[in-house]
């Protein structure tokens, strides 16, 4: 495996009976680097990114996250990344403070040092004022942005977001990218499903599944002169149509 290679998946399959959710994929994600995992709903993003972070197992072929085995390592792996899921992964009736403190709990994290990355997180976000109120009564976009922070409090080596910006307003999809764009630039790998193909223009690289294979795999710049077209909106209508 090349060392600046995080993630490494060749022939990744897993099966549902006779139905192969995710059929046979490979690639290889490298360090820092911003990685869409795009296609429709049901393409075969979400299984495939479950079997990456060890919650689920394969069928067949092989796969490795931060170096370690996704059939015989998952706990390491569980330990390497941060994981922000499609449903708001917070507690709504525990407030900021508590769901900071209790997740560096999780992670392993001293109390000094939560007491610590618990200041910087507030002051980043600019929770001061809230920072004692319930999670549950904060907007969408506050409670995503908050739970982004959060599974980079251990300051992971890879962090998994899926579909995180599902269902909020276009400014806060951008400042959320943005937050993005800051962990990349200190080192972190960014794993992310999205379905918002305008998103994929913010990728370094972009695969996009279709019927659980990846029918393409470049740039975003590439693979727009590849099918001849403007946006990656239009290559994603070209793969579903063919």
Known sequence: MNEENVIVAEELTKAFGDFKAVNAISFEVKKGEIFGFLGANGAGKTTAMKMLIGISKPSSGQATVAGFDVYTQTESIKKSIGYMSQKFAL??????????????????????KIKEKRTQLIAELGLENISNKLVGSLPLGWKQKLSFSVSLLHEPKIVFLDEPTGGVDPITR?????????????????????????????????????????????????????????????????????
């Open 91 to 112: 507690y709504d009736d525990l407030t900021v403070k508590e769901n900071i403190t209790f997740f560096g709990g999780i992670y392993g994290l001293s109390r000094a």
């Open 174 to 242: 951008r400042q959320f990218w943005e937050m993005i764009y800051k962990a990349a630039d200190q080192g972190t790998t960014i794993f992310v499903t999205t379905h918002y193909m305008d998103e994929a223009e913010y990728c370094d690289r972009v695969s996009i599944m279709v019927e659980g294979k990846i029918e393409a795999l470049d740039t975003p710049k590439k693979l727009k002169e590849q099918f001849k077209v403007d946006s990656m909106n239009d290559v994603f209508l070209k793969l579903a149509r063919e």
